[in-house]
């Protein structure tokens, strides 16, 4: 943990920061930096409505610490200094006679009120910047039953039993987390399953990918789904193969929809409830800005979704926030409508900053599954099940006009693609977009891009477009991917290295609650390919692993320019918004074993600690 000096003789402190004013003053030539923040890069930060002198004591400064700065001009510093919510002053490493004059500039900065915390050579970074998240579905699954790491069908019945006492009669019950890879059978439950369990209460218990969902019968009957119930366009209603019945298994949104839009849905209180709990768990993990998926779709952004938004808001003008989110926009709404809430919610790009704790983002589609339910749209059919090549959701024609159209409103848009088929789609109708509106400033993005065609990784380049990934999958994926694609598709399959090769810009994510939140994860499986018990032995796929330096670098710079803020975010700079994250090492030296459970000491956001590991 850091320690604090005290600030008690006024009058040494005085003497001190004469002294050091005078250093600073006459060493100007030489390459140490202390700037103002200027109003026109750096919007105020969250209840700060002016900037200070460049001379005005700091809020904060940080000693004594091994700082990893992701300024490939100075990679390293021991000492910051922040203001306002922004970095004023750091003590870059270059050379002993410039760090010392740095760090008596950064002293220079230290007042009578100023809080000094000495980490005594603990690690310091940038905050994380989780590129893909859905924060209320987060929200949503702390109110529920918690279904993740379960390895049985019989241990998926029994925390939902343990669940049921919660519950009054005829109340739904909801969960989600399940994966059926990890049960001995490997098979999907059903309704009778969940049955087995309660007739009176509706049950919707989605995968932990939330591509698919098991309802049992009791949800069926109120959804209305029987036997001749049409699949839904995008969408597939399982059947017993001899009856024709509904087995319960739902794929994909459309279908999963048929029942979900009669679950009454959670107040404000619950809802707000739930959030302060995502965010505890954010701040935990050394979290500091997420963008965000929790207004999924046309319906989302006229009903509970974009409240969802308006509740953030309510927490932004309130201080309370413990990162910063830029929300995503679902791109298949009204085009009046997505410029609406532009309109009331602010966006963000280029000379055009935003707010920093709050503001819309990128339009979002999904245009086809998941890997683990096999309903990512494949160009080949599956080498596990030949009877099916996934599910493309989208009319590719009438993807392009739609694409060109909001394209041409300025919005940034991004598309789920896990397949390699959904990753031609979305790369064609970049293309699309390009050749009818010209050239600018997009970043464009795939979310996902997991498994891509070996043709298509040139036109990830070449396009421009941003591949948002998320390497933690992997340390699920793994145990079955190959199964899925086979070893020619595997060689394409989370290509970190190749989509680099390409001149392709990562930023990293989670896609929490389909995974945890905690960065380190992906860290570890960005460097090692391997699942967590260290297997195999060089990694799936090795030739696709990362430096630790680049992993680190998609997860804050690459994040901070896929969502048009590296000006102010993904670095320890001065200017740059004071997000930061402290472990007791330096990451860099310590062992990918080790990361896994590697605890966070603090997390500052916006000059202001948020998390603080608890004494020992």
């Known amino acids: 943990m850091g320690s604090e000096k005290p600030r008690t003789n006024m009058l040494a402190v005085g003497v001190r920061i004469f002294a050091a004013t005078l250093v600073a003053l006459s060493l100007s030539v030489i390459s140490w930096q202390v700037i103002k923040a200027e109003a026109s890069q750096n919007s105020p930060p969250q209840n700060q409505t002016s900037t200070p002198s460049a001379q005005t004591p700091a809020d904060l400064v940080l000693t004594n610490a091994v700082i990893s700065t992701m300024d490939e001009n100075h990679p390293r510093a021991s000492m910051i200094a922040i203001r306002g919510g922004t970095i004023v002053a750091v003590a870059f490493n270059i050379s002993d006679a410039i760090k010392s004059d740095q760090a008596a500039a950064v002293e220079a900065l230290i007042g009578p009120n100023t809080r000094v915390i000495d980490l005594h050579k603990q690690f310091a970074m940038p905050g994380f910047n989780d590129a893909h998240a859905h924060l209320f579905s987060a929200a949503y699954a702390k109110l529920e039953v918690d279904l993740s790491g379960v390895k049985s069908l019989a241990e998926f019945q029994q925390r939902i039993r343990d669940r049921l006492k919660d519950y009054k009669p005829g109340e739904w019950v909801l969960g989600r987390g399940w994966d059926h890879t990890l049960w001995p059978e490997k098979k999907f439950p059903t309704r ?33 789904i029987k036997r001749a119930t049409p699949d839904p366009p995008g969408g597939h209603i399982e059947r017993d193969a001899k009856s024709g019945e509904p087995t319960g298994m739902l794929e994909e949104d459309s279908a999963i929809n048929l029942v979900y839009k009669h679950v009454p849905p959670y107040s404000a209180e619950q809802r707000l409830r739930g959030f302060e709990l995502v965010m505890d768990e954010a701040a935990q993990y050394g979290v500091t800005s997420v963008q965000d998926n929790s207004v999924m779709d046309a319906d989302d952004s006229a009903n509970w979704g974009w409240q969802n938004f308006l509740l953030l808001q309510q927490l932004q003008r309130e201080g309370k926030l413990k990162f910063r989110i830029t929300e995503w926009l679902p791109f298949n709404a009204p085009l009046p409508r997505l410029e609406e809430m532009r309109r009331i919610g602010g966006s963000t790009s280029p000379g055009n900053p935003g707010d920093p704790w709050l503001t819309t983002g990128q339009l979002k589609l999904i245009l086809d599954g998941s890997l683990g339910s096999r309903t990512a749209a494949m160009l080949a059919p599956y080498s596990d099940d030949p009877s099916t090549s996934g599910i493309l959701e989208v009319n590719p024609d009438q993807l392009k006009q739609m694409a060109i159209e909001r394209d041409r409103a300025g919005f940034q848009l991004a598309f789920h693609a896990i397949g390699d088929r959904a990753n031609r789609v979305a790369l064609d109708t970049f293309a699309a977009v390009l050749e009818a509106n010209g050239p600018r400033d997009r970043r464009d993005r795939v979310e996902h891009a997991q498994v891509v065609e070996a043709g298509d990784f040139a036109r990830f380049g070449k396009l421009n477009v941003i591949a948002s990934m998320q390497p933690a999958h992997l340390l699920d994926d793994e145990r079955w991917a190959a199964d899925r694609l086979g070893p020619e598709r595997s060689r394409g399959a989370y290509a970190w290295k190749t989509m680099e090769k390409n001149g392709v810009r990562l930023a990293f994510g989670t896609d929490y609650p389909v995974v945890a939140i905690n960065p380190l994860r992906g860290i570890y499986a960005c460097v090692t390919r391997q699942l967590p018990d260290g297997t195999p032995d060089h990694g799936w796929e090795p030739q696709e692993r990362l430096r630790a330096k680049n992993c680190f670098l998609a997860y804050t710079v690459g994040s901070a320019y896929a969502q048009f803020e590296e000006q102010r975010k993904g670095a320890i700079a001065p200017g740059m918004l004071a997000d930061i994250v402290v472990y007791p090492r330096d990451l860099n030296q310590t062992k990918a074993s080790a990361i896994l459970t590697l605890p966070v000491v603090m997390t500052i956001v916006g000059g202001k600690i948020v998390y603080q590991q608890p004494q020992q």
Do not use: C, Y
């Open 192 to 224: 009778q399953d969940l049955d087995a369990l309660s007739t009176e209460r509706p049950m919707l218990f989605s995968r932990l990918d939330g591509h698919v969902a098991v309802a049992n019968s009791r949800a069926l009957k109120i959804a209305g």
